[in-house]
C-alpha cells in the first residue's frame, strides 16, 4: 500500500510542477520560473533541515553524487522550463519521462548487465520518442487526397515534416539524459544520505547560480498570478521526490511504475487546461513511451 501511496503521490506532484512551471515560463521566462522554484524550495527546506540535522558518516563519494545530482537537476529543470514555452506540455513530459531509461543506461555502463527485453525497450522507447517529437504540417490543400498521398508514404512525411517545431521537441532529449544522471545519483547517494538532505544540493544550486546572478543585476521577474505558481511547483518537486523515495524503499518496482505517470497525467491536464491538441502520430509517440517505460520499470523491480 505505501508504495502505491508513493508512487502515485509522486506522478501527481510531479505532473503539477510540470503544469505549473508550464505557465509561469511561458510569462515570467524559464530562468526566472527556475530561480523561484530553487529559492522558494530552499526556504521551505531550511526548517526541517535544522530539525534532521547535518547526517553522520556521509562519504566523500556521496557527496560528490549529491553535488552531481544537484546541478544535472537544475540544468535539466532549466532546458524543460525553455522547452515547455515552444514544444506542449504532453509532449516535454513524455521524452523528460524517459529518465529512467537512461539511468538503466548508466547502471549498465557502471556494472550492471542488460538484458535483452531492456535493449528492445530502449529501441521501442526511443521510436516512440521520435514519433512524439515529431511535428507534421497539415496538407497544403487540406483534401483528403493529398493527405492519403503525402501522409503514409516517407517521402510525404519528409515534405510535411517542420523542421524548426521537430528540432524544438528534440531539445526535450537532454532533460531526459540530465535527468537520468539524476535518479542515477540520487539513487546512489540516497542510501546514505536523509531523504531531506538528497532535496538540498539542486535548491542550493539553483539559488547561488541562478537566483544571485538574477538579483545581482535586477532581472528577476515576477507577477501576481506567476508567484502562487512558482510557489507550488517548488513545494510539488520535493512532495513528490520525497513521494516516490518512501514508496521505492517498500517495493521499487511498483512505485517506478505509478510515478512514470506523471507525464499522461499532465498531457490530460494540459488538454483541459491550455488547450493543447496533439496530432495523432504523437499521441502514439506519448502512448509508446510511457508503456515501453512502465514496463521497463516493472521488469527492472
Given at each position: 500500500m505505501i508504495a502505491i501511496a508513493g508512487g502515485l503521490g509522486g506522478a501527481v506532484c510531479f505532473a503539477v510542477a510540470a503544469l505549473c512551471a508550464s505557465s509561469s515560463s511561458r510569462e515570467i521566462g524559464a530562468v526566472s520560473t527556475l530561480a523561484w522554484v530553487m529559492t522558494l524550495g530552499l526556504c521551505v527546506l531550511v526548517v526541517p533541515l535544522a530539525l534532521v540535522g547535518h547526517p553522520s558518516r556521509l562519504s566523500g563519494d556521496a557527496v560528490a553524487l549529491l553535488c552531481i545530482a544537484g546541478l544535472s537537476n537544475v540544468v535539466g529543470l532549466h532546458l524543460e522550463y525553455v522547452a515547455f514555452r515552444r514544444v506542449a506540455v504532453g509532449i516535454v513530459t513524455a521524452v523528460?519521462?524517459?529518465e529512467g531509461m537512461v539511468a538503466v543506461v548508466l547502471s549498465s555502463l557502471f556494472g550492471a548487465t542488460l538484458a535483452a527485453s531492456t535493449i528492445v525497450l530502449l529501441a521501442v522507447i526511443t521510436i516512440g520518442v521520435v514519433l512524439a517529437a515529431a511535428h507534421l504540417d497539415p496538407p497544403r490543400d487540406g483534401s483528403a487526397n493529398s493527405q492519403a498521398k503525402e501522409?503514409?508514404?516517407?517521402a510525404g512525411v519528409m515534405r510535411r515534416l517542420d523542421g524548426a517545431h521537430t528540432r524544438s521537441a528534440l531539445?526535450?532529449?537532454?532533460?531526459?539524459?540530465?535527468?537520468?544522471?539524476?535518479v542515477y545519483a540520487t539513487g546512489r547517494a540516497g542510501a546514505e544520505a536523509p531523504v531531506i538532505w538528497v532535496l538540498l544540493p539542486a535548491r542550493l544550486f539553483g539559488t547561488v547560480l541562478i537566483t544571485s546572478p538574477l538579483l545581482i543585476r535586477r532581472k528577476l521577474r515576477i507577477s501576481r498570478r506567476?508567484?502562487?505558481l512558482v510557489l507550488a511547483?517548488?513545494?510539488?518537486?520535493?512532495?513528490?521526490?520525497?513521494?516516490?523515495?518512501?514508496?521505492?524503499?517498500?517495493?521499487?518496482?511498483?512505485?517506478?511504475v505509478l510515478?512514470?505517470?506523471?507525464?499522461?497525467?499532465?498531457?490530460?491536464?494540459a488538454f483541459f487546461l491550455f488547450g493543447e491538441r496533439l496530432r495523432r502520430h504523437q499521441i502514439l509517440g506519448v502512448v509508446i513511451v510511457v508503456a515501453g517505460v512502465v514496463t521497463l520499470s516493472a521488469l527492472r523491480g
Open positions: 523528460a519521462s524517459t501522409g503514409p508514404s516517407p531539445l526535450v532529449v537532454p532533460v531526459a539524459v540530465l535527468f537520468g544522471i539524476t506567476t508567484f502562487p511547483g517548488g513545494i510539488a518537486e520535493m512532495v513528490g521526490l520525497v513521494s516516490y523515495t518512501f514508496g521505492a524503499r517498500q517495493q521499487l518496482a511498483i512505485a517506478a510515478t512514470t505517470q506523471y507525464a499522461a497525467i499532465a498531457a490530460v491536464a
